[in-house]
C-alpha cells in the first residue's frame, strides 16, 4: 500500500493547523513578537479598539479623567478622519493612541500591498487630527496576524503588534453585569505579570455603536482597582518615548 498520499496529506492539514494557530492565537508568536503583558502583576493596560465613536468615546475619556487614568485606544483610520476632533481629544487627554488598520479589514487576506495600505492610512489620518508622530503600535483587527504583517510594521517604523492577555467578549450590546463578572478575572497580584485588557469603545461596522456597558463596567472596576494599589499605564508615554511602564512578552 502506498501510504505517501496519506502522509502528505496528514503534513499538510498539520501545516495548515499551525499556520491558523500562529495567524490567531493571541499567544502566538509564530509571525512575530508580540506584546501580551505589562511587567508587573499591579499594572493594567487598558486598550479598546474600534473607536474613535462619538458616542461612547468622550464618556470613557470623563471617567478616566475623573480616576487618573491612562488608557491605549487602537484607532480604525476612517473614523479617525470622521471624527479628526474626538482624536485630537483622546490626545489631548494623554492617552496614547494606536493603529488598528484603516478599514478593520482581516489582514490575513491581504496581500502585502493591501497590508502597507491599511496601516498607511490609518497612520495618515490619525496623524492629520493630532499633527503629532504617527501611531508606533499596531493592533491587528480581530487579532488576525498575516506572515507580511510583521515587515509591513517595520516598514511603516512603528515598534510591534499588541495583542492582549484579558479578552472580555463585549463587542455586543450586553447586560454591564456580564462585563463586570468577565473583569473580575482581570488584575491578579499572584501573577508574574500584568493584564493588558482589549475592550472596545467602537463599532468596526459603523460609527456610534452602543458600548454603554463597557462605560459602566469600568466605573464599577476603577475605583476597585485603584483602591487595590493597581497602576493603569500605556504601551508608551505620551512624549513617544519608552514608558517607566514598559510592556513586555510573556516569553521576556
Not at 498539520?14 to 511587567?39: M, Q
Not at 502583576?41 to 461612547?56: E, H, Q
Request: aromatic letters at 8%.
Amino acid at each position: 500500500m502506498n501510504l505517501l498520499p496519506a502522509i502528505v496529506s496528514s503534513g499538510a492539514a498539520a501545516a495548515a493547523g499551525i499556520a491558523a494557530w500562529g495567524a490567531v492565537a493571541p499567544s502566538s508568536e509564530l509571525f512575530g513578537p508580540t506584546v501580551r503583558h505589562t511587567d508587573s502583576s499591579r499594572k493594567i493596560a487598558l486598550t479598546f479598539d474600534d473607536g474613535p465613536n462619538p458616542a461612547v468615546t468622550p464618556q470613557l475619556l470623563e471617567l478616566f479623567e475623573r480616576h487618573s487614568v491612562r488608557a491605549t485606544f487602537f484607532l480604525i483610520g476612517k473614523f479617525a478622519r470622521a471624527c479628526p476632533e474626538l482624536v485630537r481629544e483622546i490626545s489631548a487627554c494623554g492617552h496614547l493612541i494606536g493603529n488598528h488598520s484603516d478599514t478593520h479589514a482581516n489582514l490575513i487576506f491581504q496581500n502585502r500591498a493591501g497590508i502597507r495600505d491599511e496601516l498607511a492610512r490609518c497612520q495618515d489620518a490619525i496623524g492629520a487630527a493630532t499633527a503629532a508622530e504617527p501611531p508606533r503600535w499596531m493592533r491587528p483587527p480581530y487579532g488576525y496576524r498575516s506572515p507580511l504583517l510583521g515587515a509591513e510594521i517595520r516598514r511603516a517604523g512603528m515598534r510591534g503588534v499588541v495583542m492582549w492577555s484579558k479578552i472580555c467578549w463585549d463587542w455586543k450590546p450586553q447586560p454591564p453585569e456580564r462585563l463586570i463578572e468577565r473583569l473580575s478575572r482581570v488584575a491578579r497580584p499572584d501573577r508574574a505579570f500584568g493584564d493588558i485588557v482589549v475592550m472596545h469603545d467602537g463599532d468596526h461596522r459603523s460609527l456610534g455603536g452602543d458600548r454603554q456597558h463597557v462605560v459602566r463596567a469600568l466605573d464599577h472596576w476603577l475605583p476597585r482597582w485603584r483602591d487595590a494599589g493597581m497602576e493603569f499605564v500605556t504601551m508608551e508615554s505620551s512624549s513617544g518615548t519608552e514608558d517607566s511602564n514598559t510592556m513586555r512578552s510573556p516569553r521576556a
